[in-house]
C-alpha cells in the first residue's frame, strides 16, 4: 500500500506543472546523437505521447547527423561541418532530404503510432510550413579581424513560417513531426539545421519552451562543467570565445531567437537519459541548462 501512496505522490507532484502548462505548445528538437539508441526512443516516444495526453501540444523537430553521416560514408562521402551546420553540396543535399525527409521522420512517426500516439511527419514543404533563404556563415572568431563567410553550399535558413498546417494538426491531435528540409521562393530545397528550424519554430507557434535534446548534459563551461543556468548575453561571449563551438552553436543561436520571439523558457538537455522530456517538464529542478533572456 505504501508504494502505492507513494506513486500517487509522484503523480501529484506532475499537477502544478500540468496546470501550468496545459493548452502550450512545447517545441522538441530531438538530435541525431540522441536517438540511436532503441530503448532511449521508445522512452522518447512516451514521453511525448505523455505531453500529449495531458493537453500540452508537443511539435517534434528532429536532426539526423549520424544517420547522413553513415550514408554518405557508405557512398564515400565525407561530411564536413562550419559552425554546427553540414556543407552540403547538390548530391549530398538529395541523401540529405531522402534521410530526414523519408527514413528518419518516418522512423520517429512510426515509434509514436506504435506507442499509441497519433503522428504526422513534415517537411517545410508540405502545407508551406516553412520557407527558407540560402545562409551564407559569418565566422567571427578570428582574432583582430572582420567575419569571413562561407558558403555551405545548399544550406538554408527560415525565413518565413505559416503555422497553419500545425494548428490543423492540433485539431485533429496529430503530433508534428519535422524533418529540417525547406525550400526557397524559387523551388531550390535547403537543408536546415535542425536546432535553428526548432527555434524559429518555437518562436512562430509562441511556444511555452524550447527543448534541445543533445548527446551531451547540458552547455559545458571550459572546464567541461555543466551549466545549469545561463545568460544569452554571456553565451554570446562564449560562442566568441571557442568555449561554444561546432554543433552547439546552431543551439545556442536557436535558443536566443526563440527568448527574443517571446518563448518563456529554452533547455539543452541530455538526450541519452531517459525520460530526458519528462524529467525537464514535470520536475522542479529540471535537467540540464536553462537559458535565459
Ligand atoms: N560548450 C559546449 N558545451 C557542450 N557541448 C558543446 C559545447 N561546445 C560544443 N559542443 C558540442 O556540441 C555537440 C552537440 O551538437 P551536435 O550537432 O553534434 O549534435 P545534435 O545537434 O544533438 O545532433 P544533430 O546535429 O544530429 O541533430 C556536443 O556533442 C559537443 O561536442
Ligand atoms: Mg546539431
Redesign the pocket.
Known amino acids: 500500500m505504501k508504494t502505492l501512496i507513494e506513486k500517487a505522490n509522484i503523480l501529484l507532484e506532475a499537477l502544478p506543472y500540468i496546470k501550468a502548462f496545459r493548452g502550450k505548445t512545447v517545441v522538441i528538437?530531438?538530435?541525431?546523437?540522441?536517438m540511436v539508441n532503441d530503448t532511449l526512443r521508445s522512452k522518447f516516444a512516451q514521453d511525448v505521447i505523455l505531453l500529449r495526453y495531458v493537453g500540452i501540444k508537443p511539435v517534434v523537430v528532429?536532426?539526423?547527423?549520424?544517420?547522413?553521416g553513415q550514408t554518405l560514408a557508405k557512398m564515400g562521402k565525407e561530411s564536413r561541418?562550419v559552425r554546427?551546420h553540414r556543407i552540403t553540396d547538390e548530391e549530398t543535399m538529395d541523401i540529405v532530404e531522402m534521410v530526414l525527409g523519408g527514413k528518419v521522420n518516418k522512423d520517429i512517426v512510426a515509434l509514436i503510432q506504435k506507442h499509441g500516439g497519433r503522428a504526422v511527419g513534415l517537411t517545410g514543404k508540405d502545407g508551406g510550413l516553412f520557407h527558407v533563404e540560402k545562409l551564407l556563415i559569418e565566422d567571427d572568431s578570428i582574432e583582430d579581424g572582420p567575419p569571413e563567410i562561407i558558403d555551405p553550399g545548399r544550406v538554408g535558413k527560415v525565413v518565413h513560417i505559416d503555422p497553419e498546417i500545425i494548428q490543423r494538426m492540433d485539431d485533429g491531435n496529430f503530433i508534428p513531426v519535422i524533418a529540417p528540409v525547406g525550400v526557397d521562393g524559387d523551388g531550390n530545397t535547403y537543408n536546415v539545421?535542425?536546432?535553428s528550424v526548432a527555434g524559429a519554430m518555437a518562436g512562430a507557434l509562441m511556444a511555452e519552451k524550447l527543448i534541445?535534446?543533445?548527446?551531451?548534459?547540458?552547455?559545458?563551461?571550459e572546464e567541461?562543467n555543466l551549466?545549469p543556468s545561463i545568460d544569452r548575453e554571456i553565451l554570446k561571449e562564449?560562442t566568441r570565445g571557442g568555449?561554444?563551438?561546432?554543433?552547439?552553436?546552431?543551439?545556442v543561436e536557436a535558443a536566443g531567437a526563440a527568448l527574443e520571439a517571446g518563448v518563456a523558457k529554452v533547455h539543452?538537455i541530455d538526450?541519452r537519459i531517459e525520460h530526458a522530456v519528462l524529467l525537464e517538464v514535470f520536475t522542479q529542478t529540471g535537467i540540464g541548462t536553462e537559458i535565459v533572456q
Open positions: 528538437k530531438y538530435g541525431g546523437n540522441a528532429h536532426g539526423g547527423g549520424p544517420q547522413i561541418f554546427g539545421n535542425a536546432d534541445l535534446m543533445t548527446d551531451v548534459p547540458g552547455i559545458q563551461d567541461g551549466i562564449m568555449i561554444i563551438h561546432g554543433g552547439m552553436i546552431p543551439k539543452v538526450g
